[in-house]
């Protein structure tokens, strides 16, 4: 096996996947298995699309590449940063692109620095970012990551500053409702700003719902009371919508659904409906017209990549949009959202189960600490009866493609529900 990694060694070779439509995938045996989980959170038209197809010959035949740096663009990317500012909240008023979402989050990150390197506060370079969250595997993003097996030895020293996740099942206090710890990690929030000192502080990210983390959707209140201490220091937030972009929480971003306006905020995966490897890094006003002040003093602007803006990665991307716009994609999330949300009510107080979560049409089953099983066990029992969902811990998240049919949704609980009885068994 030459491809590296694959985790798990005692298991053999890791299961080919050879071919996909809609919701299922195809492996080299012939076996099929419905993914629950769109891949990486990100096949959100399924597997396979004809139109996304299309797109990519279409513009390979007339430009198969160009760069948009330094005075050129190509079409395509024009284009896509165009319906982006169009798309996304008020705040974003300018778009980068470049190819994945760490890409977008060393971006943003890079930017929210250089805009105080712009404004003359060259002291603000921390990132403030929450335990426990995913935000990627390169320098900055890897660093952000709440999660040690990503960044150990990797981590850039001195550049985060750790604050607590939003997650009512787990890290609630004795007796603690939803808004008092909604107002609790608020708390904590601008104790930490005030002990680290505001002025070595740049921006925090976060994602409006955590994804990869557990799928941790905060308890009312949380956002507005962040916000309120980030805006009273001067701090800019960067909404990581890797996971939550183009429909997913039954609003185009998680930041609308929440009323986030971000200074900054990163798009990929579902940005293409993963048919491309591109992604995008929203700025607002104030931050993008800061650097361009910047770069003309410089002559130059310090940031690029060569695929950033690849047209055929994002004449995909505007397809993708055509057709997520043509669906309405996030009336899809809450129509199949609540039918998911309506087949998973069977799971709350189910022996073995601790939690069931959702918003829109993201979703998680988590098996309770003392079931005697765990979310690995459940996940390896789903696999031999053919469906994949995304283990995190002892947390079975769901993210299904909008194309996943009622029967594919019954299917996924059906299998999810036999799965734990097998390891109660
Ligand atoms: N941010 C979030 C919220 C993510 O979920 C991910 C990927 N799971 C990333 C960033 C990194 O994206 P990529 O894997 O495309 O580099």
Redesign the pocket.
């Known amino acids: 096996m030459q491809l590296y990694p694959f985790t798990d060694p005692a298991a053999g070779a890791p299961r080919q996947i050879v071919a996909g439509e809609g919701a299922w995938v195809t492996d080299a045996d012939g076996n099929r298995f419905l993914d629950a989980v769109a891949g ?2 990100c096949a959100s038209l399924g597997f396979s699309d004809e139109r996304l197809a299309r797109a990519a010959y279409d513009q390979i035949r007339t430009l198969g590449y160009y760069h948009s740096f330094k005075n050129r663009s190509a079409k395509p990317a024009d284009d896509l940063a165009a319906k982006l500012v169009e798309m996304t909240p008020g705040s974003i008023a300018r778009v980068f692109l470049a190819c ?6 060393d971006t943003a990150v890079k930017l929210a620095r250089s805009f105080r390197i712009a404004t003359e506060e060259p002291g603000r370079m921390k990132v403030i970012a929450r335990t426990g969250a ?4 390169l320098g900055m ?1 890897a660093s952000l990551t709440g999660m040690g097996y990503v960044h150990d030895g990797f981590a850039l020293p001195g550049g985060v500053v750790r604050v607590g996740r939003p997650h009512p099942y787990r890290d609630k206090h004795p007796n603690e409702s939803d808004r008092q710890l909604a107002d609790r990690l608020a708390r904590e929030l601008d104790e930490t700003i005030r002990a680290e000192g505001a002025e070595t502080i740049c921006a925090m990210i976060g ?1 409006p719902v955590m ?2 983390g557990g799928v941790i959707i905060p308890p009312e209140g949380y956002w507005p009371a962040m916000r309120e201490v980030l805006r009273a220091h001067g701090i800019h937030f960067i909404a ?1 919508e ?2 939550c972009g183009f429909g997913r929480l039954g609003t185009w971003f998680g930041s609308d659904h929440y009323d986030l306006a971000p200074d900054l905020m ?1 798009m ?2 579902q940005l293409s409906a993963a048919m491309s490897p591109v ?1 995008a890094v929203g700025l607002s006003a104030e931050v993008a017209d800061a650097l361009d002040v910047q770069s003309a003093r410089l002559g130059t602007f310090g940031h690029g990549v060569t695929y950033g803006g690849h047209p055929a990665a994002c004449a995909v991307a505007l397809e993708a949009i055509r057709i997520h716009e043509e669906m309405d994609a996030p009336k899809v999330a809450r129509q199949k959202g609540e039918a998911l949300g309506a087949l998973l009510e069977r799971f709350r107080g189910m022996p073995g189960v601790g939690d069931v979560r959702r918003l829109g049409f993201i979703a998680a089953v988590e098996i309770a600490p003392d079931a005697g099983f765990g979310g690995a066990e459940v996940g390896a029992e789903a696999e031999a009866r053919g469906v994949f969902f995304r283990i995190i811990g002892d947390t079975l998240a769901m993210c299904p493609p909008y194309v996943a049919t009622d029967e594919d949704l019954r299917r996924m609980t059906d299998v999810l529900e036999a799965s734990i009885k097998a390891c109660r068994a």
């Open positions: 990486l959170w994945g979402g760490s890409e977008a989050v995913y935000h990627g595997s993003s994602e994804g990869a990581d890797v996971i990163t990929a995966k992604s």
